[in-house]
């Protein structure tokens, strides 16, 4: 046994424990996200351009993330996320939180109480009415709708509170009492004990509340009376604790998922990884026997790095990132098929046991490190440029990549160093599909050429001729609910019901059954969002109630500039992925035709992916841009096995001619190629059929550019280099 297993053994027994210790109990190592516990997200906009200029040089946006960070804790949201993005821009998470209209108003009223003694001259008070309402007055409408001028010269402001609470008032209505601090008890005083028997308007944000008459001199406390609910006074006492907004908040993009379609996630997500992980198993063993049941070791090893690496980072698990640790899966068997064939190959050629292992590791390590590398660069990007969920999905599929790399490479080394050591390993034996293959895969390239451009002319056709159709509500902005009902309803019922309250021209879409509908519009401002969810609730609960009401299972809204910006950062990143992935390819393999060869490639994969969609009248949106950049990672990686090969054939045939040796690697690696490609897309497929009408399109994706990305492996990329040297470099 090798001396090196003394410390090669503590660090898989090491990575073990420690994975288990920030793993477990996975209730309270990982959070779950908005889209699998149900919750809010929001992106508000301080409106600063609102504010008086002689305060515009306060830093308004942090002062207003104070204010709602103070509201949003004492609302009791459990472990919400309160962050502050670039100048005027806020990110609010609510995990759980599904009552939008009272946790819209709690967050983004401005609650700016007013003091305003009310003027008892009625000449003053026909004047307002006539629309003359003199310098230093503004007319108002008490609770009961009757006319009040107020003065506003020495109006006091909620400034002057240090504290508010909620008490049962008349008649059992709640009252929101308040405390005054010292400032303000000693100003209170003075404006109350200079006006006994004048009425006091409370007012709060332009709206009259109450206007008592004042009896006496306050220097403590009061109370605002108004017809409130208990929830009313309770988030009215929680904001005026907090303090009022410096500026008016702008919702620019809000994600609402209800409770059940967070549950149905979570069981769609265990429901695909457990499937698509069993046929991977059942796939290795009986197509590797022994050598199989070494990889299922290292996959269920991988699987619990991942879910360390979560736990330790305090990362959010999303049902795009279960996506990318279903991805992550068959990806780690990847590496293991390398090894294996590499060491089939070196048994074929007579080597003992122990230094064909050896060899096969050795031999097949560098094809398995840059074929990794470009996916964790693909990656990066996808977090750089991703929000909420899909920079879940870039964090497990990096952690994902990071983890097969050890347990591919190192982990299940150490188990068949010790099963030699201990004498245990002898032979190893393997199934074998495919033999010896003698495809002129070069002299094809014409051909798959024009089949290339012609499917890609199709999808840009379709592209062009979607409009912005083609686009999803992340990128063009608008309103989107879901709503489930409990029977089955055709399109033409529900265009009618949304007809009968003028929502006609909603685009709608069938959502995985009848029974859930997708349900667009292109809503922009505050009004017409509240408008249009008030009508479309109206309508649906009119009509297409049963034994149970309609359900809001989700809804969704961006604005045009946060859709404009997303769009545009969602091609940047795409543009740098390749370009990125282009230049290590260029740099690994020292020449720039290889480089631009397996980028020309990767693109194609790209867009036929995107034309796919495309053609099939499916939508572009945040995790269908993951899926273009999970292709762009994954799509290299069969290629750069094939150029190691012909690096490594080069080095062996100097004087052979390229197209040959080229032909000669592709054949070598033809088996292989399929093998790879086949266990991630038993994920996909897995992820595809089993992982929820959410992930469904990103699965669809995926599953055209992988196979794609098989066709481009053996016809195109290599071909292209031919193609490349001959027109560049004819000599």
């Known amino acids: 046994m090798p001396s090196s297993m003394k410390w090669r053994v503590p660090v898989v027994l090491a990575a073990i424990g420690l994975s288990a210790w920030f793993a477990f109990p996975l209730s309270q190592r990982i959070n779950l996200g908005l889209d699998l516990q149900g919750g809010m997200h929001l992106i508000l906009r301080v409106d600063a351009s609102a504010v008086k200029e002689d305060v515009r040089d306060r830093d308004v946006t942090g002062v207003a993330l104070e204010i709602i960070r103070n509201r949003v804790d004492q609302f009791g949201v459990r472990e919400p996320l309160i962050q502050r993005q670039g100048s005027e821009h806020i990110l609010v998470q609510l995990p759980g939180v599904t009552d939008r209209d009272r946790a819209l108003k709690l967050i983004g009223q401005t609650a700016l109480l007013e003091f305003k003694l009310v003027a008892d001259n009625p000449r003053l008070v026909e004047r307002a009415l006539k629309g003359e309402a003199p310098q230093g007055f503004e007319l108002r409408a008490d609770e009961d709708g009757s006319p009040l001028l107020l003065d506003t010269e020495g ?3 909620g400034a002057i509170l240090s504290d508010a609470w909620v008490e049962p008032g008349e008649l059992g209505l709640p009252d929101v009492n308040f405390r005054l601090n010292r400032d303000g008890a000693r100003a209170f005083a003075q404006l109350t004990g200079a006006n006994i028997n004048r009425r006091l308007a409370i007012v709060l944000d332009g709206t009259v509340q109450s206007a008592p008459v004042i009896q006496s001199r306050i220097a403590d406390s009061g109370r605002i009376t108004g017809r409130f609910t208990r929830e009313q006074a309770n988030d009215l006492a929680i904001v005026l604790r907090a303090g009022a907004l410096p ?9 609402t998922v209800g409770p059940s379609l967070g549950r149905d996630s979570i069981r769609a997500g265990l429901a695909a990884t457990a499937i698509g992980a069993s046929l991977v198993v059942v796939f290795m063993v009986l197509y590797y026997h022994l050598a199989g049941a070494v990889a299922v070791l290292a996959l269920a090893l991988n699987l619990l790095i991942i879910l360390g690496s979560l736990g330790y980072l305090h990362a959010t698990l999303t049902l795009p990132g279960i996506a990318g640790m279903i991805l992550t899966l068959g990806m780690a068997v990847d590496a293991n098929v390398l090894i294996y064939e590499r060491i089939r190959e070196e048994l074929k050629a007579g ?10 590791y050795d031999k097949a390590f560098s094809a398995i490190f840059d074929s990794n590398v470009t996916t964790v660069i693909a990656a990066a990007f996808l977090y750089w440029f991703g929000t909420g969920p899909i920079r879940g999905f870039a964090t497990t599929l990096t952690a994902g990549i990071i983890a097969s790399m050890f347990t591919a490479v190192f982990v299940t080394r150490v188990v068949f160093d010790i099963l030699l050591g201990l004498g245990r ?5 393997m199934a074998k599909l495919i033999g010896e293959t003698r495809i002129d895969f070069v002299g094809k390239r014409r051909l798959c ?4 451009a012609l499917v890609i002319g199709i999808g840009i056709a379709a592209f062009i001729q979607r409009g912005p159709q083609r686009y999803g509500i992340d990128f063009a902005g608008g309103l989107l609910q879901e709503y489930r009902v409990d029977h089955p309803v055709t399109a033409d019922a529900m265009r009618a019901t949304l007809r009968k309250v003028g929502l006609g021209e909603a685009v709608i879409q069938e959502f995985g059954s009848p029974t859930e509908w997708l349900i667009r519009t292109a809503d922009d401002t505050d009004a017409d969002v509240e408008r249009t969810i008030a009508l479309t609730r109206e309508a649906l609960y009119a009509d297409l109630a049963g034994t149970a009401p309609p359900e809001l299972v989700r809804m969704e809204r961006v604005g045009p500039v946060v859709g404009k ?8 990143a795409i543009a740098w992925s390749m370009v990125g992935i282009l230049l290590y390819v260029a740099f690994r393999f020292r020449h720039v035709d290889f480089g ?6 990767l693109l194609h994969d790209v867009v036929v992916a995107a034309g796919m969609l495309c053609l099939m009248q499916r939508p572009i949106d945040l995790i269908i841009v993951a899926g273009l950049l999970t292709i762009a990672g994954f799509s290299i990686n069969d290629t750069i096995v094939i150029y190691d090969r012909v690096r490594e054939n080069l080095r062996a045939a100097r004087k052979v001619d390229l197209g040959q040796i080229i032909n000669l690697s592709v054949n070598q690696m033809f088996s292989r190629t399929l093998l790879t490609s086949l266990t991630v897309i038993v994920e996909v497929l897995a992820l595809y059929f089993f992982g929820g009408e959410v992930l469904r399109d ?8 992988f196979i794609s990305g098989v066709y481009s492996t053996v016809y195109i990329a290599s071909a292209l280099v031919i193609t490349w040297r001959r027109a560049f470099k004819p000599s």
Do not use: D, H, M, Q
Not at 596 to 601: F, M, P
Not at 698 to 705: I, Q, R, T
């Open 565 to 572: 910006i997303l769009r545009e950062k969602a091609w940047w």
């Open 449 to 452: 050429y024009v089949l290339s």
């Open 596 to 601: 631009l060869a397996g980028g020309i490639a």
């Open 155 to 157: 109006a006091l402001t």
């Open 351 to 360: 080597r003992p046991l122990s230094s064909a292992i050896a060899a096969g």
């Open 698 to 705: 990103f699965a669809l994706c995926l599953l055209v550019g």
């Open 425 to 429: 390993l002898n032979r190893l034996s």
């Open 247 to 255: 500026a008016p908040i702008r919702v620019e993009e809000e994600r």
